[in-house]
């Protein structure tokens, strides 16, 4: 039901002509307070016609109103307030509910626009945490009320797939690590050896260097690292797929840190065009001292990636795509 048209019709049945039905209907307001009714009619308009002050005018129509299809119709100062009745109100917009059923609420407010939303994001080789749970279920719901505003949510899944951690977890696999370990139980056995490299480094801190190496060869292309970097990947994919699969909740890209590795060049030549890119101790950096910030490690002095190169890469292809 249109309400500000009964209200208009309330109004207009209490005055004479001094007002057209569209000039009511526009003057309308939803008060700022709800104690102060749903809808609201400013009296200043009247003042002229009638030649009282807009309060006196207030108080004199809502007297003459019908309030019987109202919970409550007051003059409260140059306003009339209208309460609406809450039980017809609550009637109609649940039966409005229960005929439309699952259309209910649709609209397409956002004409087909693309949203990307940024949710799981788990680490390769690592359980998923409560974390990693709350933004999967917070980013779903969200998508659902885009799709119900008309707007094409692009669900991201942004795995933690790459880095120097990779190399370190590497290493740990050929010192400790064991295939059939892997394959029966691989997010807990990969875990392991990663917690028991760190143990090991404290005594033994030359394992960093090897880390280090041994990641330099994954970001080389060498096939070894390479096919035990995929094969760890596959595994906690489908480790995690099961829970997804519990939650009932799908992805439209699982477009991880690993799928920009060979779109890092650009973003590195721009920061270079542009004059950011300055040497610091072998390794290329941009300073943000005007930002009271310490400089942005891009590239380490072997040539190394770190995370903020690959999410230089991925916002210029999100931006574009």
Do not use: C
């Not at 500000?4 to 002509?17: A, E, G, Y």
């Not at 306003?79 to 009637?91: A, E, H, P, R, V």
């Not at 659902?144 to 949510?153: A, E, I, Q, R, S």
């Not at 779109?263 to 941009?286: H, N, P, T, Y």
């Amino acid at each position: 039901m249109d309400y500000k048209s009964q209200v208009t019709n309330s109004i207009l049945s209490v005055l004479d002509d001094e007002l057209s039905s569209a000039e009511v209907y526009q003057k309308l307001e939803r008060p700022k307070d709800l104690k102060m009714g749903d809808l609201a009619f400013p009296t200043f308009a009247l003042a002229k016609a009638y030649h009282k002050a807009p309060n006196q005018i207030a108080a004199d129509l809502a007297k003459k109103i019908d309030a019987t299809s109202y919970d409550k119709v007051e003059a409260k100062g140059a306003y009339i307030n209208f309460f609406l009745d809450k039980g017809q109100y609550s009637s109609e917009v649940l039966t409005e509910v229960i005929e439309e059923g699952s259309t209910y609420g649709q609209n397409d407010n956002g004409q087909g626009g693309n949203v990307p939303i940024d949710m799981s994001s788990p680490n390769i080789a690592k359980p998923i945490s409560m974390g990693h749970l709350r933004s999967t279920v917070i980013g779903n719901s969200i998508a659902k009320l885009l799709v119900k505003n008309g707007y094409h949510p692009i669900k991201d899944n942004h795995l933690g797939d790459w880095g120097t951690q990779f190399g370190k977890l590497i290493v740990a696999y050929k010192k400790w690590g064991n295939e059939e370990d892997v394959k029966k139980d691989p997010i807990t056995n990969l875990v392991k050896y990663y917690v028991k490299f760190h143990k090991e480094d404290k005594q033994h801190p030359e394992l960093d260097d090897e880390a280090r190496e041994t990641f330099k060869k994954l970001e080389d292309g060498n096939e070894e690292e390479l096919n035990l970097w995929k094969w760890f990947s596959k595994v906690s994919l489908d480790s995690f797929n099961q829970t997804y699969k519990k939650l009932g909740i799908t992805f439209d890209t699982y477009n991880g840190e690993a799928f920009y590795n060979d779109k890092m060049q650009e973003g590195i030549d721009i920061l270079k065009d542009k004059g950011l890119l300055k040497e610091s101790r072998g390794a290329q950096v941009v300073m943000l001292d005007k930002y009271n910030l310490s400089p942005a490690l891009i590239l380490k002095s072997d040539g190394a990636t770190l995370y903020i190169t690959r999410d230089i890469a991925t916002a210029i292809y999100r931006d574009r795509t």
